[in-house]
């Protein structure tokens, strides 16, 4: 690689280095600020996570500028084998997600504190607005930002394996939560693997939605 090349790419990397960094050490500023589940049922809350999903989205792609293929955007190689991968990894995660439940900690889910305890049909069109937010927009952007832009980065600078290690570990540092990091990272990792084997963020967006969607369909009908 160039010269010049391999030094826009490091200013690429050190720029999302520090976009995660950033949110990190807010996330983490606010430690045990997290919400009570209640925010689910607000529009002020679907309204700040829209916007805060916006600006991410809008660095992801200007980290991307004038290099799209970093963002993954594009149809996996065989939809048979992501298939096959996705289903492997949700079966991983769901199976080590059912072990941390049985650690003495306090329970990760409950953590971040965006899950509801209940259902509040007074509420059905806040909450609607919020699972659209959690389930459709979160995982859009953030497999963008880390599967995507991320990943790619970092792999062309130090291989797949590392990519895959840091990729997971930012993941879960970027939520600012503590218990929750034994189910974030590796669900991180899983959802590198997944970008990893099928060369494409598609698959990781699902699998994602799928996790959010059920964490908020456990807690409403639980």
Not at 63 to 89: C, H, M, T
Not at 198 to 217: C, E, K, R, W
């Amino acid at each position: 690689m160039p010269a010049t090349l391999c030094a826009v790419h490091a200013v690429r990397l050190s720029c999302w280095v520090a976009l995660i960094g950033a949110v990190a050490v807010l996330n983490y500023s606010a430690y045990g600020e997290q919400g009570t589940g209640e925010e689910i049922y607000s529009y002020a809350s679907f309204v700040n996570g829209t916007i805060f999903y916006a600006l991410i989205l809008g660095l992801a792609f200007l980290l991307a500028i004038d290099r799209r293929d970093l963002l993954a955007l594009r149809a996996p190689g065989s939809i048979g084998s992501a298939v096959r991968v996705s289903v492997v990894a949700i079966a991983l995660v769901l199976a080590w997600e059912t072990v941390v439940t049985y650690l003495p900690i306090e329970n990760p889910g409950d953590e971040q504190g965006l899950t509801p305890s209940r259902w509040e049909p007074a509420h059905a069109g806040a909450f609607a607005a919020n699972v659209a937010l959690f389930v459709v927009l979160a995982p859009f952007v953030e497999e963008l930002l880390f599967r995507g832009v991320g990943q790619s980065l970092l792999r062309n600078a130090f291989g797949a394996v590392p990519a895959i290690v840091v990729v997971g570990i930012a993941f879960g540092a970027w939520h600012g939560l503590l218990y929750a990091l034994l189910v974030l990272i590796p669900f991180g990792w899983a959802l590198a693997v997944i970008r990893e084997r099928t060369d494409s963020v598609y698959p990781g967006m699902i699998v994602h939605a799928l996790f959010n969607a059920f964490a908020i369909a456990i807690s409403v009908l639980g």
